[in-house]
């Protein structure tokens, strides 16, 4: 069975600065991908970053990056720059041969002005 | 090109009533996703489908949830004889293929009075 868990309930990060969000996962399967997803206060789902287990280099997206450790199982998330809208709950998802995803229970950002 | 569409956005029944949630996928996507997320937790996984068949219903309770995704039309997630602890936003989610991309739809908050 596959796990998710993001230990840091709540972070906060001054406008323009840089932050780390942490998720761990936990997976029997060898062909796996992983998800950052951002939910704002609107509740819509928006794709932040995907990743693919085989792939060895870092996904990044914009401001959006990760650090991939498949040995530790570990998937951060970094958010360079931060603006205000980025202000949402983060979730990490993995999913793998059954396409399901399992989503971790959220990190809210908040973003100080 | 639209995104995931759901409807209603907001949905209120009495205890005892039935509920029907729609969802239509992205333009050319034929597989379906729902997921139910209970106040303050993340998204846990209900049922997969590709046009016509479920592939996985692991995640959808015994009894009085199905679900269906017809050749033609919207996918439906029916929910009879809803009781308080069903209260929940329940989120469609379309990918192109398998282990792609998951693109969610604004969910549809169901509150049972």
């Known amino acids: 069975a596959q796990t998710v868990t993001q230990s840091q309930p709540e972070m906060s990060v001054q406008e323009a600065e840089t932050v780390t969000l942490s998720c761990t996962y936990d997976t029997s399967e060898s062909d796996y991908y992983l998800f950052w997803y951002k939910q704002p206060p609107s509740r819509q789902m928006i794709l932040v970053i995907r990743q693919e287990a085989y792939k060895q280099q870092n996904a990044t997206e914009n401001r959006f990056s990760v650090n991939f450790q498949k040995a530790a199982k570990s998937f951060s998330l970094k958010i360079s720059d931060s603006q205000l809208g980025d202000a949402a709950m983060y979730f990490c998802?993995?999913?793998?041969?059954?396409?399901?995803?399992?989503f971790g229970t959220g990190t809210l950002l908040a973003v100080q002005p | 090109n639209a995104g995931v569409m759901q409807n209603p956005r907001h949905l209120v029944r009495r205890r005892g009533q039935e509920a029907r949630l729609r969802c239509s996928p992205m333009?050319?996507?034929?597989?379906v996703y729902w997921y139910r997320q209970l106040p303050e937790e993340g998204l846990k996984f209900m049922v997969y489908?590709?046009?016509?068949?479920?592939?996985?219903e692991s995640g959808m309770p015994k009894e009085r949830f199905s679900a269906e995704f017809p050749k033609e039309g919207p996918s439906i997630l029916r929910i009879q004889q809803v009781v308080r602890g069903d209260s929940a936003a329940y989120f469609c989610?379309?990918?192109?293929?398998?282990?792609?991309?998951?693109?969610f739809g604004p969910g549809t908050r169901l509150t049972v009075t």
């Open positions: 489908l590709q046009k016509e068949n479920i592939i996985d």
């Open positions: 333009k050319g996507h034929s597989h």
């Open positions: 998802a993995s999913g793998g041969a059954t396409n399901k995803l399992i």
């Open positions: 989610a379309s990918s192109l293929a398998a282990k792609y991309e998951q693109y």
